[in-house]
């Protein structure tokens, strides 16, 4: 008898600056998909805690989409408008995230990710759009497969 294994995707959001094990756990899976508010305040030690506990955690894919507590990490906002907070080292981190090679920052954009497990494969594309601004905007498609998610994190109203 052969037993088929299935590929688990954990979607989380609004952890606002707790890790696991600090407030919540997340179950075991192949794919976590973090769909924003990982801090309360988008502070740059917040930023660097998030950081930390995401490139620990024990999955093949971590995708990471910004919420509107995370606006640091936004880089469409400029430090000229009203109420910017976005200094150098908020900068620096938005650019280390991006080239972390452990997580997978999606901001206004789309990716592709393939997962093996067992005797089952996936090919999912994941759009993604920050919150902040919280507007659908154009996201490059190309040939996406499917199946495909979005991802996008809402201000509560």
Sequence with gaps: MTTSQKI???????????SPGSGYTIPPGDILIHAGDLTNNGQTSEIRKAL?????????????????????????????????????????????MRE??????LEHESTVISQRHGNQSLRLAILASNGFFNA????????????TAM???????
């Design 136 to 147: 659908i905007c154009s996201i490059p498609t190309p040939s996406l497969p499917s199946p």
């Design 8 to 18: 688990r995707i954990v979607c989380i959001s609004n952890t606002h600056n707790a």
């Design 151 to 157: 991802v996008k994190h809402t201000i509560g109203y």
């Design 100 to 105: 972390d090679d452990k997580i997978t920052y």
């Design 52 to 96: 930390a506990w995401l490139r620990e955690a024990n999955y093949e894919h971590k995708i990471v989409v910004a919420g509107n507590h995370d606006r640091r990490l936004d880089s469409q906002l400029s430090p000229n408008q009203p109420d910017a907070d976005r200094d150098e080292e908020a900068a620096q981190l938005h650019q280390a």
